[in-house]
């Protein structure tokens, strides 16, 4: 089962992305967590760009994506979310899955209004020292500016101001809403109103996936 997790900056992809990846046993593929992994391993193509603080060209981005799908940990599956971001991406993913002989399943549209959604963004702390999101609001930390996990200090990315979350809400609109349009088309999209409390978000999300599941299973008798 291949889902990809849509929705703007600060929506809660990556929460209802660990809370499926937990219940159906398959991993969560943070496109972050992939390009902290080859930044490690010392990519020099993708060191350039970050280094400078450039943009990196959907080229680099593919490249780095398709290397990590083939991991043998996304053998049977993966939950993708932060990827594909525009359409060119949308097809190169749709390719390379194709050469591994898999598609994507299920598109799950999280959808919230502006207001909210900078609302939460301007909720959100990191831990400076392990990376561990929180909420001040929604995923509190026990101590209000420390991590729970190694005590570190949390902090306020500048990405997460709200200026900064403005914009990055604006960005989404223009490059990533057309790709809403595209997976509608394509059948695959469904959207889940990710304005409620992360629990029911992730009650409807459960609920899309499980009638996905039951009509495959129509649709591939078990073999007698
Ligand atoms: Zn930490």
Redesign the pocket.
């Known amino acids: 089962m291949q889902i990809v997790i849509f929705g703007p900056p600060g929506v809660g992809k990556g929460t209802v992305s660990d809370a499926l990846s937990a219940k159906y046993k398959i991993p969560h593929i943070s496109t972050g967590d992939i390009f902290r992994a080859e930044i490690k391993s010392g990519n020099s193509e993708l060191i350039q760009y970050v280094e400078k603080g450039l943009l990196v060209p959907d080229s680099v981005v593919n490249k780095v994506i398709e290397k990590g799908l083939r991991q043998e940990a996304y053998k049977s599956g993966f939950i993708l979310d932060g990827y594909p971001r525009t359409i060119d991406q949308a097809v190169f993913l749709e390719n390379a899955l194709w050469k591994l002989n898999k598609k994507i399943d299920l598109v799950i549209n999280l959808a919230a209004s502006d207001e909210q959604i900078i609302g939460r963004i301007t909720q959100r702390r990191t ?1 400076g ?4 999101l929180y909420n001040l609001v929604t995923i509190k930390p026990k101590k209000k500016d420390a ?1 729970d ?2 005590n ?1 200090p949390l902090v306020q990315r500048k990405d997460d101001e709200p200026e900064t979350a403005g914009k990055r809400i604006d960005v989404y609109k223009e490059e990533t809403s057309p790709l809403v349009e595209y997976y509608r088309k394509k059948k695959l999209l469904v959207d889940v109103d990710a304005s409620k409390k992360p629990k029911e978000v992730y009650n409807s999300a459960l609920k899309v996936i499980n009638e996905l599941v039951k009509k495959d299973e129509k649709q591939t008798p078990a073999q007698q």
């Open positions: 831990c020292k392990c990376g561990a991590c996990k190694c570190g």
